[in-house]
């Protein structure tokens, strides 16, 4: 089965300092889908990130970067210079290939705090 | 931009009363997919449609929770009886294809079982 964990529950920085939420997956599958999510306050899920299974290229999107390390079964997450408007929880998700069904296998999410 | 829409924003209900959610996807999205997201924690696949067939109800409480897509459009979730352990946001999200750069979800309906 499928499964996602993000150890950290809640990480508070100060604004501007960088900061990495740590995701690690486990599946049988071969063929897979990794994602990241924020979920500001209002509540609504926003997509981040998609990486399929074959694509270990580290990207970058601005201030935000995602380390992508199979070996370690890890898509980590970091912040670069957080600002105020990071302040969310983030989930990183988990969708396997094979099969018509593909539904994301959420992690219970890390929960970012940037004090001013 | 094109949205999930979902209603109600808010419902609030009684215990062994029914209650039903809906969901409108984005415009030719085939794959539609309902999650509930207890608090402090992660969303949890309840159902996946493709068009109007199920592909996965694995997780769906079925001695009480139904859930339709009559026309392969809008969808439908329905929870008959609630109990209090149902208080969550239910979230709708939907995909052009399982090829799709990223799901889209709607902004949930926030439950409240008294």
């Known amino acids: ?116 | 931009e094109a949205e999930v829409a979902q209603s109600p924003r808010y419902k609030i209900t009684e215990k062994s009363q029914a209650v039903a959610f809906w969901c409108d996807p984005i415009s030719g999205h085939a794959t539609l997919y309902w999650y509930r997201q207890i608090l402090g924690q992660g969303p949890e696949l309840l159902v996946q449609f493709q068009d109007e067939s199920v592909v996965d109800d694995s997780q769906l409480p079925k001695d009480r929770f139904s859930a339709e897509r009559l026309k392969g459009v809008d969808s439908t979730l329905k929870i008959q009886p609630a109990e209090l352990g149902d208080s969550a946001m239910y979230l709708c999200a939907s995909s052009a294809n399982r090829d799709s750069y990223g799901y889209t979800f709607g902004s949930g309906t926030r439950l409240t079982v008294v």
């Open chain 1, 1 to 116: 089965a499928q499964k996602v964990t993000q150890a950290q529950t809640e990480i508070s920085v100060v604004e501007k300092e960088d900061v990495t939420l740590d995701c690690v997956y486990e599946t049988r599958d071969t063929t897979y889908y990794l994602f990241w999510y924020k979920q500001p306050p209002s509540g609504e899920l926003v997509f981040l990130i998609r990486r399929n299974s074959f694509d270990e290229q580290n990207e970058i999107s601005g201030r935000y970067s995602w380390n992508f390390q199979k070996s370690t079964s890890s898509f980590n997450f970091t912040i670069t210079a957080s600002q105020v408007v990071d302040s969310a929880v983030y989930f990183c998700a988990l969708s396997e290939a094979g099969g018509g069904a593909d539904g994301l296998t959420f992690g219970k999410g890390t929960h970012l705090i940037i004090q001013p």
